[in-house]
């Protein structure tokens, strides 16, 4: 189930989960197939149904590997994340923070390096809370720098985490140079495989930084995972962070069109429907066209769409 997940393959990931869940009922296991089966769906745009997967291996009264939970933990945050949905958020932080970092004897091996142990439950409580972002980045980089990793999966699972603090915590530059990285290294691996959900995020890292023809090639190489393995919002994401991008360089580029808008549940997917409402905004003003909240023009009275020129009265 791990390995299905790594190759990035998310529909093959949600068809063995019902296999496995079919075939045992060790908590371990279980929770392995359900973080497969969880990041699968919600890059299929069901976050809701992504949860509920996640949420049913869950039970406190029942021992359970500590890195497990965390892995846990770490597949919730960016599915709470897409669906900015706050319910989703709650039971990050109770997972998160009853974790214990002693003992090695796990099916996360990686998970149980301290740098990578850090950098995971971090993320996770930046996920929960991403006001606390800020602080835990602040601990992290307190401490020593890791040893020269001898894993290659705990480092590249390190850099990630440490990618997505820094990046709650508005730290863009540390989440481009982390995520480079990693990706880097899932390229030599061939597959991006679980960080397929921090693609568009490092898309809209390299715009806010200023490194536009990077997110040219990132935001295509998120374009081709996404129409290879029909990951429709993640494609949308990248759509609507090209427009975003195009805008900004002063280019009259046309809105996205609407089909986007329908081909995922948006009330479950707002991470993707605040980046359509930004790429139309962004194409709105360069194509010198104001979008007011609430206007009143003779008998236009609505969220519209309306060229400078027109005079309104806003209420």
């Not at 029942?62 to 709650?90: K, N, Y």
């Not at 040893?147 to 481009?176: H, I, K, N």
């Not at 693609?199 to 935001?219: C, H, P, V, Y």
């Not at 003003?285 to 060229?307: E, F, Q």
Request: net charge neutral; hydrophobic share 45%.
């Amino acid at each position: 189930m791990r390995a299905v997940n790594n190759v990035g393959d998310p529909s093959w990931a949600r068809e063995l989960y019902g296999k496995v869940v079919a075939l045992t009922r060790d908590p371990n296991l279980l929770g392995i197939a359900a973080c497969g089966a969880g990041s699968a769906l919600s890059l299929l745009g069901h976050q809701r149904e992504a949860f509920q997967v996640l949420m049913s291996v869950v039970n406190p009264d029942q021992h359970r590997d500590g890195m497990v939970t965390l892995a846990l933990a770490g597949t919730l945050h960016p599915i709470a994340f897409q669906s900015g949905l706050p319910e989703m958020r709650f039971p990050i932080a109770a997972l998160a923070e009853t974790i214990d970092a002693a003992g090695r004897d796990t099916l996360y091996p990686e998970l149980s390096v301290t740098g990578t142990f850090d950098a995971v439950r971090a993320a996770a409580l930046a996920g929960a809370d991403p006001r606390t972002a800020p602080e835990l980045l602040r601990r992290i980089r307190q401490r020593p720098n890791p040893p020269d990793a001898q894993d290659d999966v705990a480092d590249r699972t390190r850099l990630l985490g440490l990618g997505a603090v820094a990046w709650y915590a508005d730290e863009s530059d540390l989440a481009v140079e982390s995520w480079r990285q990693a990706f880097a290294m899932l390229a030599a691996y061939g597959s991006m495989g679980a960080a397929a959900p921090s693609l568009t995020a490092m898309g809209s890292a390299l715009i806010d930084t200023g490194r536009w023809a990077e997110a040219d090639e990132q935001l295509e190489r998120a374009a081709t995972l996404a129409a290879v393995h029909k990951l429709r919002h993640l494609e949308i994401d990248a759509e609507a962070l090209r427009i975003t991008l195009a805008a900004l360089r002063g280019q009259r580029v046309g809105m996205p069109a609407d089909p986007a808008w329908m081909a995922v549940g948006l009330e479950e997917n707002r991470a993707t429907h605040t980046r359509l409402l930004r790429a139309a905004g962004a194409a709105a003003a360069a194509a010198g066209i104001s979008m007011v909240p609430s206007v009143t023009c003779g008998s236009v009275s609505a969220r519209t769409v309306l060229p400078r020129t027109t005079s309104c009265r806003i209420g």
